[in-house]
């Protein structure tokens, strides 16, 4: 057989159905991702207003964690170690162990116990919504219950 460059044969010849249904898929996949960010801006949206901070301060990336932090009663300082995941070992663990102390926090804050906080290490877009749109009150940073209302913190 002598092909010259045009008459070359290709195996990978996709057909406009392949592509449509594949697109079809992605296109899915991108909407159900978008609905789910969107309801979880709004879960958190709500759970900062119940912990008496301002809703907004949970778009921002990295002041929301900063936030996040002083609401569960830990420092704000606390942020730079995840910044430190470039360090082998250290970097990598450090950061794991630090989650699970937040969503410790976290679930004490809102007067939860530790299996709350399991659920809110492994399954947090789900347990975040369930403490903002749920009856879940805050009552205060580690769970500290003070006498401080909601609008006075504002």
């Avoid at 296109?27 to 301002?54: D, P």
């Avoid at 399954?123 to 769970?143: D, R, T």
């Amino acid at each position: 057989m002598n092909y010259t460059y045009y008459e070359y044969p290709s195996n990978y010849v996709a057909s406009s159905a392949a592509i449509a249904a594949v697109s079809a898929v992605l296109m899915t996949f991108i909407a159900i991702i978008l609905v789910v960010y969107v309801i979880q801006i709004i879960a958190m949206w709500k759970l900062f207003n119940k912990a008496g901070e301002k809703g907004w301060k949970s778009i921002i990336p990295i002041y929301n964690m900063v936030i996040l932090f002083k609401i569960s009663g830990l420092s704000p300082w606390l942020i730079l170690v995840y910044f430190a995941t470039f360090i082998p070992i250290i970097g990598w663990i450090a950061p794991i162990a630090l989650n699970a102390i937040l969503c410790y926090r976290m679930a004490k804050s809102f007067d939860k116990d530790v299996a709350w906080a399991i659920g809110l290490y492994f399954l947090a877009p789900i347990f975040y919504m369930i403490l903002a749109f749920g009856q879940s009150e805050y009552v205060g940073p580690n769970g500290e219950k003070t006498d401080v209302t909601v609008e006075e913190n504002n």
